[in-house]
């Protein structure tokens, strides 16, 4: 009985109400404007896609799977004297928190908190760079607040770098490669949410050049890595949308993030 109260509630609240709004639209004009009908049904299916779990396992486990965490012993060969992790931002809120003002993301957090588990267990005494400016007028610098909470869960300040001057992922790239020949770092191991990881990889890659080596060590996944399907994946549901829209800003960014890296 559980299920079933689950699966109205989808279907109660956004998007699956406007799906049912639209379908009742469709009905209604079925015998006044059968084109109309059709073009209502249509955009309702439309939604109903686009807010499945289903299509977002499909367009979302792919960019997951790219790229696999490394083996302890994979790490432990390139934790040396000119390697750095690179912590990419993901959001940042001006809102209260412990010992300060401003908090990361849930994507960001996750990356953060990888980063820092990696230098404890792994990675001890590895530099790392916290790249994430400030990227709405009303928004809080991404790599500051990560600097905060690294160095209140144990990392010591010396081992923490800020560049708090990049928006997007390319501005990532590009001023994370300035600091990394500066410092003579020779491997960077990029940590960012799974699916995010393939842009970054890539744009990284032509952003350092050949003679920087870059590592991925995904996190913050969204999908287990073999997933069965289930009458939920043929539910609409808000965040189901959200991640189609990712998915699709992930794979649309894909040609054209790369190709010019002047800023």
């Known amino acids: 009985m559980i299920y079933f109260f689950k699966a109205m509630a989808d279907f109660v609240l956004p998007p ?13 004009l079925a015998k006044k404007n059968q084109k109309i009908s059709v073009l209502v049904a ?8 686009c807010s499945s779990t289903l299509l977002a396992k499909t367009l979302v486990m792919p960019l997951e799977k790219m790229y696999q ?3 302890m012993e994979h ?23 412990v010992q300060g003002e401003g908090t990361l993301a849930g994507a960001a957090a996750n990356r953060m908190l990888t980063a820092a588990r990696l230098e404890h267990s792994i990675l001890a005494s590895t530099p790392i760079i916290l790249t994430g400016g400030i990227v709405h007028a009303d928004g809080a610098c991404e790599a500051e607040i990560a600097k905060r ?26 001023y994370t490669a300035k600091i990394a020949r500066k410092q003579g770092y020779k491997h960077l191991l990029l940590v960012t949410s799974a699916w995010h990881m393939p842009r970054s990889v890539a744009i990284f890659r ?58």
């Open 42 to 49: 249509g955009i309702a299916a439309l939604l109903w896609l």
């Open 206 to 263: 032509k952003a350092c050049g050949e003679n920087i080596t870059i590592y991925a060590y995904p996190c913050d996944y969204i999908f287990a890595s073999e997933e069965g399907i289930n009458y939920r994946d043929f539910l609409p549901s808000a965040a189901a949308l959200a991640w189609n829209m990712l998915a699709l800003h992930e794979y649309g960014g894909m040609p054209v993030s790369y190709t010019h890296l002047t800023l």
């Open 69 to 71: 965490p490394l083996s």
């Open 16 to 28: 699956g109400l406007f799906i049912i709004l639209l379908l009742a639209l469709a009905a209604y």
């Open 149 to 174: 909470q690294l160095m209140q869960l144990g990392i010591a300040e010396a081992l923490l770098q800020t560049e708090n001057k990049s928006r997007t992922t390319k501005e990532n790239a590009f």
């Open 75 to 97: 790490l432990q060969k390139i934790a040396q004297a000119d390697t750095a992790m690179v912590v990419l931002g993901g959001g940042a809120v001006l809102a209260p928190d």
